[in-house]
């Protein structure tokens, strides 16, 4: 027997509650294509990638502007130094700072800029030749096999056929070959030296103006980023902002001093052992330091480039003093120095300079090492010690290393 209709009074209830509930079935169901739920998603995916568009489209003056906070944090540990040295006001010793600096700059160029022209000049020629003899010495063993051979008979029939050209031009025909080896593209070079050169003196004229600002009044700024943020969150914020800004100081100090050491320490050095383009090599071996990990290793490579080309006995003087130095500065004055600086892994930062350098460029594998450091200590503060709840510590990685 199969059960009768419900009962009207059933019917009634159900039909009231379907009618005055109707989320009920609504929610039963999947969501209705136009839903508020599903245009937010929508709105907040699309806003996410146009928000990712946009900043890989400003990466580089954002990077530019980066690197002109860094240098002014820079100025600000000096004139911080200045003042607990001297009774002055900032803006005074700001601008002893930027003196100071300028007056190193200048000096600089005006003692050893003629010096570092000559040496540029014979680097590259020692370069030239040591590659030279390398390129002879794979083609006596045949290692560049019937390939580079094809390629030297075809570039010496073309040397001869524009040595036959020549012959049969005029002299005003050689003259302008001369001058304009290449008219269809003059132009587009010409273009190319103004935009690199140009870009070059604009990037450097944004990092000086935003690094001086930044030293001027760097409490403004840290307030005015600090109003932005709910009051009782404040206080967070601005520890953390504080302990960002002495992280970066101390880094930063401690690699200038790195560079400095390391600089002086390798043109004296390579001049003690008769190395030709002494200074210009130790001024890039200071430079290089910047980087870590692998600086040194560029500085070492254009090291012995030159040493090769001047016998076996100057190789192993030049590598055994640069290593020395290099280790010095690896294991007793980093560390010495940047005893409050944020401890990052060297796989870490290898892979960061990888990447940074690959998107970016050079000024990205500059800028890694103190990005990371910033990002790092970010996701310490405000996703490991807020979010999860578990407070970070220090003295535990410290630990662990050892």
């Known amino acids: 027997m199969g059960r009768g209709p419900p009962a009207p009074g059933r019917l009634q209830r159900g039909a009231t509650l379907t009618s005055h509930r109707p989320g009920l079935v609504e929610r039963a169901g999947a969501a209705p294509a136009g839903s508020p739920g599903r245009v937010a998603f929508w709105a907040i995916g699309l806003g996410g990638a146009a928000a990712l568009f946009l900043l890989w489209q400003v990466i580089q003056p954002l990077l530019v502007i980066a690197a002109g906070i860094l240098i002014g944090i820079l100025l600000d540990a000096c004139v911080r130094g200045i003042r607990w040295l001297l009774p002055i006001g900032r803006a005074f010793a700001l601008a002893l700072t930027c003196l100071a600096f300028t007056t190193l700059f200048v000096g600089a160029v005006a003692w050893g800029g003629y010096q570092l022209a000559v040496q540029a000049e014979e680097l590259v020629r020692t370069a030239t030749e040591v590659l030279d003899d390398w390129r002879a010495e794979l083609d006596l063993l045949g290692i560049r096999g019937d390939s580079g051979a094809e390629e030297g008979e075809e570039g010496e029939e ?92 101390w880094w930063l100090l401690g690699q200038l001093f790195a560079m400095l050491a390391v600089g002086i320490a390798t043109w004296l050095l390579l001049t003690a052992i008769g190395m030709p383009s002494a200074l210009l090599l130790g001024l890039q071996a200071g430079i290089l330091t910047f980087i870590p990990f692998l600086g040194p290793f560029i500085g070492g490579a254009a090291i012995m480039l030159v040493a ?95």
Do not use: C, K
Not at 168 to 193: H, K, Q, T, W, Y
């Open 158 to 249: 073309a040397v001869a056929a524009e040595a036959g050209a020549d012959v049969e031009e005029s002299g005003s025909e050689s003259v302008a070959r001369f001058l304009l080896p290449d008219p269809e593209n003059l132009l587009e070079r010409v273009n190319a030296i103004f935009r690199t050169t140009f870009g070059a003196i604009g990037d450097t004229a944004v990092i000086v103006f935003v690094a001086v600002f930044t030293a001027a009044d760097p409490s403004a700024y840290r307030n005015g980023l600090l109003s932005l943020v709910p009051s009782r969150r404040r206080e967070d914020v601005a520890r953390l902002l504080d302990d960002t800004g002495t992280m970066l100081r």
């Open 308 to 402: 090769m080309a001047q016998g076996g006995t100057m190789i192993f003087w030049a590598l055994g003093g640069y290593v020395l130095i290099q280790s010095v500065e690896g294991y007793l004055l980093t560390p010495l120095v940047q005893q409050r600086t944020v401890d990052l892994r060297p796989l870490l930062l290898i892979t960061a300079m990888i990447l940074f350098g690959t998107l970016f460029g050079l000024l990205g594998i500059a800028l890694a090492t103190p990005l990371v450091a910033v990002i790092r200590l970010l996701v310490l503060r405000l996703y490991v010690d807020d979010v999860l709840g578990g407070a970070h510590r220090p003295e535990a990685e410290t630990a662990d290393r050892d």
